[in-house]
């Protein structure tokens, strides 16, 4: 049984693993966008506001949701928290170039 429980556990961090650096690179591409837009600032249409808009509350809402399995190990727990406090700053940032308030 202890065979089973620890191929089971290493199945699901494989799998987790995989799922956080999905989410780590989907921040970074939205960062880029956003990035990109505010060098360019005619970018910034209604469209594009609500398209990225979507796109962030998808992927916030993924990692907000996150919870390491308890037997993740340190670092991978706080990587879970980096990308938390990665979306708040992506969001942020989106919030500023959308001339938006952030709320709370």
């Known amino acids: 049984m202890e065979k089973t429980k620890k191929s089971i556990e290493e199945s699901t961090m494989a799998s987790w693993s995989s799922y956080i650096s999905t989410l780590e690179h989907a921040l970074v591409q939205m960062e880029n966008s956003i990035e990109e837009s505010i060098s360019v600032p005619s970018a910034c249409t209604n469209e594009w506001c609500q398209s990225v808009e ?19 190990s340190q670092g991978q727990s706080e990587s879970v928290r980096r990308l938390k406090r990665k979306a708040q700053q992506v969001y942020a940032k989106y919030l500023q170039q959308a001339g938006k308030i952030m709320p709370g």
């Open 54 to 72: 979507e796109v962030i509350d998808e992927l916030t809402e993924a990692i907000y949701a996150l919870k390491p399995p308890r037997w993740a």
